[in-house]
Structures are given as structure tokens and as C-alpha cells.
């Protein structure tokens, strides 16, 4: 049986990753910040295959302390991220800090602590952002700043770790999740651009890690899943 960790598992593209892995036969640990409750849920529901464990990934200890209940991985998604929007001039020190330390520094912090776990074949798969490729909203520098270093990090990190661990990014459109309704204005500017006209559903994404960690010729690749956005 194949065993993976994917980071913040309770979001709306982890919980949907744990799901699918899970459904292929995969043994799956994921982690969980302060989402304990639906953790615990997600656990009970889908049964001894998977694997909740708390994460803090700005928190070494806690990284640890999840890394010693882990023995052999063939896959780690760092999937963890948070977002937020404030326009330049808005725009500090400590908010730009706070973006970077979750979301690029955290990335770092988890992969060191789980490389040795790796198994030779093994592989990594880094969530960056179509943000990264193309700006989008105006007020969001500082999350495509550090979307864009998944990018970096994760070319420069498959050329270190092969042959053995490939490493891949997936750069998500915006994901189909309850709160963006029909009048949501991110929304609406997404399904103007995308040439499909909609946004890419956390299904879609756990369909493209699905590929990403089974296909051995794959490695140091950045894959837009976009409804077609960035030809928009
Ligand atoms: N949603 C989109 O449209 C979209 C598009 C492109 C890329 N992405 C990227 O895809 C990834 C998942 O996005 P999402 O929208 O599905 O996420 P989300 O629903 O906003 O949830 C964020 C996740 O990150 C976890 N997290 C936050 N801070 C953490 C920390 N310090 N340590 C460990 N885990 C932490 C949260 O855990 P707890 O809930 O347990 O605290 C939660 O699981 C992110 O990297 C995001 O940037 C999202």
C-alpha cells in the first residue's frame, strides 16, 4: 500500500486530495492546524486508512512531533497555505511576513523534516497558485510573491533530489468552494478570463496530484489546472 502526507488536509483542496487518495488504495496521513473537529471527522468517516495529525507548520516541535509518528512516505503534498488582500500602499512588513512563513518557509520546514522518510521513487508536490503566473485580483502581491517562490523552490528542489524524489507544483485556478456564490467579484473575474467560463473544482485537483505523484516522468514540471485562465 502507497502512504502519503498531505498538509492542511482540512482545507477545501485537502480534504478532497485525502478523499481521492484514499478511495485509490493509498494509506494517507494528513495534517490539521486548528481544524481539529473536522479532522477528527474526516477520520472517523473514511476509516483505518487515514491518518489525522496535528501541524502547525510555523511551529518546528510540532513538525517533529508529526514526523517521528511517520515512517515511510512515497508521497508529501505541502499543501498548507493562507491568503490575503491588501493593496501596496496598505500593505506591511508583518502581513507580508506572516503570508511567507506559512507559505514558503513552512514548505521548507516540512520537506526538510520529511526527506529522510522518502522513499527512492518517492515524490513531492507543491500547491503553488495560477497567481504565480498571472496576476490577478490587484491586491494580492505578497501571496503571488509567494506563490511564485513554490515555483522557484520546487525547480531548484527536483534538480537537487533526482533521481531519486521528484518534485512537481500544481498551480490551481480558483477552486469551486460554497462561499463564492454567483456574486462573489473574485469569482466573476476568474469565469470572465478562463476560457472555460467556470472555476476548477477541488475534484479536478485531486484528479491532477493523482497523476502527478503516479507519473515517474514527471519532475521539476509547474502544471496550471485553470479552466484555461492564463490564455484568457
Ligand atoms: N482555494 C483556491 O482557489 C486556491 C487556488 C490556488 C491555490 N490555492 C492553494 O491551495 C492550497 C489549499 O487552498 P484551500 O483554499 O483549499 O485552503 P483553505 O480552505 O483556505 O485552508 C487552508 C489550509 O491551510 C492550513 N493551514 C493554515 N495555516 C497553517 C499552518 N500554520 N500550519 C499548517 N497548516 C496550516 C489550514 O489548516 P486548519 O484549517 O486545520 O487550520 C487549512 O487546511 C493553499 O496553498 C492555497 O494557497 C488555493
Known amino acids: 500500500m502507497k502512504t502519503m502526507l498531505i498538509s492542511g488536509g482540512t482545507s477545501t483542496i485537502g480534504e478532497a486530495a485525502v478523499r481521492y487518495f484514499t478511495q485509490k488504495g493509498w494509506h494517507v496521513y494528513f495534517g490539521y492546524n486548528t481544524g481539529k473537529k473536522k479532522a477528527e471527522a474526516l477520520e472517523a468517516e473514511l476509516g483505518p486508512s487515514v491518518a489525522a495529525l496535528h501541524l502547525n507548520v510555523q511551529d518546528k516541535d510540532s513538525i517533529k512531533t508529526l514526523a517521528s509518528s511517520i515512517d515511510e512516505l512515497d508521497l508529501l503534498i505541502n499543501n498548507s497555505g493562507i491568503f490575503s488582500s491588501f493593496l501596496t500602499e496598505a500593505l506591511e512588513d508583518a502581513e507580508v511576513g506572516r503570508i511567507f512563513d506559512v507559505n514558503v518557509t513552512g514548505l521548507f520546514r516540512l520537506t526538510k523534516a520529511v526527506l529522510p ?3 527512492e521513487g518517492a515524490s513531492i508536490i507543491n500547491i503553488a497558485s495560477v497567481n504565480a503566473l498571472m496576476p490577478t485580483f490587484g491586491s494580492t502581491t ?74 515517474t516522468a514527471l519532475t521539476g514540471a509547474v502544471i496550471p489546472l485553470d479552466c484555461g485562465y492564463t490564455i484568457g
Do not use: C, Q
Open 117 to 119: 522518510k522518502l522513499k
Open 142 to 215: 505578497h501571496y503571488d510573491a509567494s506563490k511564485g517562490a513554490v515555483i522557484a523552490y520546487t525547480r531548484s528542489l527536483a534538480a537537487e533530489l533526482a533521481p531519486k524524489i521528484r518534485v512537481n507544483a500544481l498551480a490551481p485556478g480558483l477552486i469551486a468552494a460554497p462561499y463564492l456564490d454567483e456574486k462573489n467579484e473574485i469569482r466573476k473575474i476568474f469565469e470572465k478570463r478562463s476560457v472555460l467560463k467556470r472555476m476548477v473544482t477541488s475534484e479536478e485537483v485531486a484528479h491532477a496530484l493523482f497523476f502527478m505523484a503516479e507519473n
